[in-house]
């Protein structure tokens, strides 16, 4: 036996995955409550104890772990234009596995170092200007941004030209200051590759430590990343493959949770049919996407709010009705439905809450009539060809009926301008493995592909 | 001499692909970085692309005679984002029908834009005046 142990310290629970190498199976999954306040190995013990041990004790050949403690991985990203640097500069953060808590755009005003300062981010992300484009706005925000009482951790992923003398200002007040390439280097162009592995290794080499994570490193060997990296990195080995092993092609892995819901998509988007033009931003082939409003149970009285009248019109519910069931849920965010009515509800909710974040995660296509006849336009990911849809997170698995939850990721023939899969199979990752997976492919990527591919099964 | 930016497309609901290449080689040939933006650009991303590569021109095209809807206001939008003196260069067919082309030049002059080009003016005309008005050319 060669056991690896694999540990998510997320924000309510702590996770513990065991899995033997050679026999490729899980040997036993737990939880327990996380423990950051007092010591954050608590909660890791207590999830740990609750596997059996064998008879002649555990020897793990390894022992990783990320973390979504204490808060994630907390961004606050600026760049020029909103839907140019600054939405490249989003982009790079949510694809670092980061909550991005505000996007700033233009010159940074001081109301905008007010944000700064109240929510604390862990990590600034400065952009803006393309390669010798515009450099003005980051020199200013670099001179504003080093005004702050505070010294946080900057990576700046801007204009090349004056990256170096934003980061000179910058070192006045804040370290680490971490130089990556550019998140726009040419107008059209994202790049966000330099910027994301710049992200990681300060999360590494500054984040755990101040989190109070690294108690947990006396024990284990390293934590490694952010949750959701580990996530996009195990869906990212799903849908390539490795070596001789194939994997399962492109995929969306929808990730209902109480507070937000994570779509992840690994595919290119191209257009499907032919002469259709592409506009806005070019999408990352690894593609992640967070929305706030859209949780099961800590924002469900949001969520209900965006869905309104489809949800009561899919449920036949009164407004009181819904906002009964939406106190039980404020008293115990982790209740799981007790009657077929309540359950009802649950399914309805979750299927608006996969529908709306797909929706906002795949491109549209729009027809434009110009006096030669009508021509299509594609803005994002066309994912109408996908075949793979995956889900996972806490209220997926606990869930009664799954598969009619995330039906609500398939496409809508009445809303033919959102190119959602228009015919997938549905995938349910039963284990709870894809961020332990995303550990594991650090160790063998081989072994982590074909226990994904065994363990997540089909609904 | 630093390499001068200038940002090129096709305005409004126009698809007219051609002239857009052979603009972009033109003046890439002339020593000029172009971003090319392509067709069916709208007033806003000629702003945001010259906003963000520091652009010193926008050079518009309109080939479907709906030029003049579509170019209207684009200098005061332009002004309004604080890129209010750009150099902006339009031309193509850019009016309906046969008309006098001192008239449709007087209406584009007035929309703010500094040089109007008529139907098959060659590329090199307006790199001579770009050149010009960019205080490239030791007269």
Known sequence: MQAVLLIDFGSTYTKVTIVDLESENILGTARAGTTIETNIMDGMNSALAQIPEPAEGWNFVRKLACSSAAGGLKMIASGLVKELTAEAARRAALGAGARVLEVFSYELTQKDLDRIIVSKP??????GGTDGGNREVILKNAEMLSTLPVSLPVVIAGNKVVSGQ??????????????????????????????????????????????????????????????????????????????????????????????????????????????????????????RTVEGDLGMRYSSEALVETAGKPLL????????????????YKEDPWRIPQTAEEAKFDVAMGRIAVGLAVDRHVGTIEVVYTPFGASYVQNGKDLTPLAVVI????????????????????????????????????????EYILAAMGLLREVSPQVALRMMKKYIVKL | MEQK????????????????????????QAGFKVINIGVLA?????????????????????????????????????????????????????????????????RFLAMGFDRVYPPGTLPDTPIEDLRKDLGMTID
């Open chain 1, 122 to 127: 862990d990590i600034l992300l400065l952009a």
């Open chain 1, 166 to 287: 934003a980061a000179d200002i910058l070192g006045k007040r804040h370290t680490p200051v971490v130089i990556a390439d550019n998140v726009m280097p040419e107008l059209g162009v994202l790049s966000v590759e330099s910027a994301r592995l710049a992200i990681r290794e300060v999360y590494l080499t500054h984040i755990i430590q101040a989190k109070g994570l690294d108690k947990a490193e006396e024990f284990l060997e390293r934590i490694m990343m952010p949750t959701p990296s580990a996530v996009l990195s195990a869906a990212e080995l799903l849908a390539q493959g490795y070596g001789s092993e194939p994997g399962m092609g492109e995929l969306i892995i929808v990730d209902v949770g109480g507070a937000t819901t994570d779509v992840h998509s690994i595919a290119k988007g191209d257009p499907s049919k032919p002469s259709v033009m592409l506009k806005g931003l070019p999408e990352p082939y690894v593609k």
């Open chain 1, 313 to 328: 019109d899919n449920l036949g519910w009164t407004d009181d009705q819904v906002l009964d069931q939406l106190s039980l």
């Open chain 1, 391 to 430: 889900g996972t997170g806490g209220v997926l698995l606990h869930h009664s009926d799954p598969l009619e939850i995330l039906r609500g990721a398939v496409f809508n023939p009445q809303e033919p301008t959102i190119l959602k899969p228009q015919d997938p199979s549905f995938y349910l990752d039963k």
């Open chain 2, 5 to 28: 930016t200038v940002v090129l497309g096709v305005i409004g609901s126009d698809v007219h692909a051609v002239g857009n290449r052979i603009l972009d080689f033109a003046f890439t």
């Open chain 2, 42 to 106: 709208t007033q806003e991303e000629f702003i945001h692309s010259a906003i963000e590569t520091n652009a010193d021109a926008l050079l518009v095209s309109s080939l479907y005679g709906h030029g003049e809807m579509d170019c209207r206001g684009l200098r005061e939008k332009c002004q309004e984002t604080g890129i209010g003196k750009i150099i902006m260069y339009v031309g193509g067919n850019l009016v309906v029908g046969k008309q006098d082309f001192e008239s449709v030049k007087e």
